[in-house]
């Protein structure tokens, strides 16, 4: 297999994956819960495997996205996918951005430098992520993730290592576990398999990563070759959950301590409980770890949601010819930044002090709209829309059955505890 040149998107998967869900959702599973939800963090990413796998297959075996693939499906799933897409985009945008200036003012203190607008570091954030991707498009995205996904893997490791090596924090003498089937926890188990290793409506931009890969490098891989790269970047995010929820346990559950509502101090409690593990040496390396996984979360993130929207509005609303000539001049990409942007930024503003607030809401959409999403995906890699030799193995069929079930019986169950 030749490495060099098909490595990039599941790079980029795992980069985007390996944010939200990770260090915060996954360190909240491990701080309030202990091991107890290590099932939970199984299962979701055991059960929704089949259906970002088909996104990479159907990339490589049609030459075309999933988000083309939903338009084959017939114009209303692609609408569907649309108003899906339109109507969590500013929500999961506003999370990422909000955790990822936490990390980043607790590493760099951007916001003493002008106190009186506390949405400073955000607006900094978002104008350095969006132009970079103006102004180097993938090949810059794509050179940057390598870089930030080796200092991802490194930092966790030593971190998660060290931490088993000084072992669990001293528990209260009167701690008593709280209760995991209670509403708050179904609630919190809901929100944490949204992301969990991410939102399955995003299996759409490991296609459309795909693709762009193909595309610059000028070499296109076999399916097999596509395949064992995105199992590389999907099965670490999925073992790296679990270092977080470790961590989570060992240095926070049953100790009293509390995280934080706001995102910078929830940032800073995160890296000063590390620290307080691993050593005081370890400060700037544990916060430029995070704040380098947050980073590259967000230029994912942005890059995702830009193409996605890029490719569903040309199918939707342009002719083939205005939708080349939109392709070649990359306004409806650029103008899909600054939108997002924007948007997110003002959710941002109205949840300043509701941190852990906004996230469970991004959380909870992903899960709810991630059935329809996994059904759509599974009729894509039927005979009818792939080669017979694309079609996946009967296992993998099942699995993804399988899959279907768990998300549309999660999402059933938390609408009817909602209600009830």
């Not at 995003?202 to 097999?224: D, Q, R, V």
């Not at 064992?228 to 301590?257: K, P």
């Not at 949601?305 to 990359?330: G, H, I, K, P, Q």
């Amino acid at each position: 297999m030749n490495w060099k040149k098909v490595l990039g998107p599941g790079l980029l998967f795992a980069s985007m994956a390996i944010g939200v869900s990770h260090l915060v959702q996954s360190t909240r599973a491990g701080a309030n819960y202990g091991f107890a939800l290590v099932w939970i963090v199984i299962a979701a990413n055991v059960f929704k495997y089949p259906f970002f796998e088909y996104a990479s297959r159907y990339a490589n075996a049609t030459g075309e996205s999933l988000i083309d693939g939903y338009r084959r499906l017939g114009r209303g799933a692609l609408w569907i996918y649309f108003l899906v897409t339109l109507g969590s985009m500013f929500f999961v945008m506003g999370a990422i951005g909000f955790v990822t200036t936490g990390f980043m003012d607790n590493l760099l203190g951007l916001s003493a430098l002008w106190p009186s607008f506390k949405l400073f570091p955000t607006l900094l954030l978002f104008v350095v992520c969006c132009s970079i991707l103006l102004v180097g498009k993938f090949s810059a995205l794509d050179r940057l993730i390598k870089l930030i996904g080796m200092v991802l893997l490194v930092s966790t490791v030593i971190a998660f290592v060290l931490t088993l090596i000084n072992g669990p924090a001293e528990r209260l003498p009167n701690f008593v576990a709280p209760k995991i089937f209670d509403e708050a926890g179904l609630l919190f188990i809901i929100a944490l398999m949204g992301w969990m290793p991410t939102a399955v409506d995003m299996s759409s931009w490991s296609s459309l990563w795909t693709i762009e890969k193909i595309k610059t490098s000028g070499y296109h891989p076999a399916l097999k070759e596509t395949l064992q790269e995105f199992n590389a970047g999907y099965w670490v995010t999925g073992l790296l959950s679990l270092c977080f929820v470790t961590m989570g346990a060992y240095l926070i559950y049953g100790t009293g301590i509390e995280m934080p509502a706001g995102s910078a101090a929830f940032s800073n409690k995160v890296v000063s409980l590390y620290t307080s593990s691993i050593g005081d040496w370890s400060y700037y390396i544990i916060s430029a770890s995070a704040f380098s996984i947050m980073f590259g979360t967000s230029i994912a993130v942005f890059d995702g949601y830009a193409r996605a929207l890029e490719r569903t509005a040309e199918l939707l609303f342009l002719s083939e010819e205005e939708a080349v000539a939109a392709l070649d001049s990359n306004k409806m990409y650029n103008a899909s930044l600054i939108i997002i942007a924007i948007g997110a930024f003002i959710l941002i503003a109205l949840f300043l002090a509701h941190f852990k607030t906004l996230i469970d809401i991004a959380t909870t959409i992903s899960f709810l709209i991630a059935p329809i999403v996994a059904l759509a995906n599974m009729r894509l890699v039927t005979k009818r829309y792939v080669p017979e030799s694309a079609v996946p193995p009967a296992w993998m069929r099942w699995l993804s059955y399988a899959g279907f079930v768990f998300l549309l019986g999660f999402a059933l169950f938390f609408v009817v505890v909602k209600l009830g």
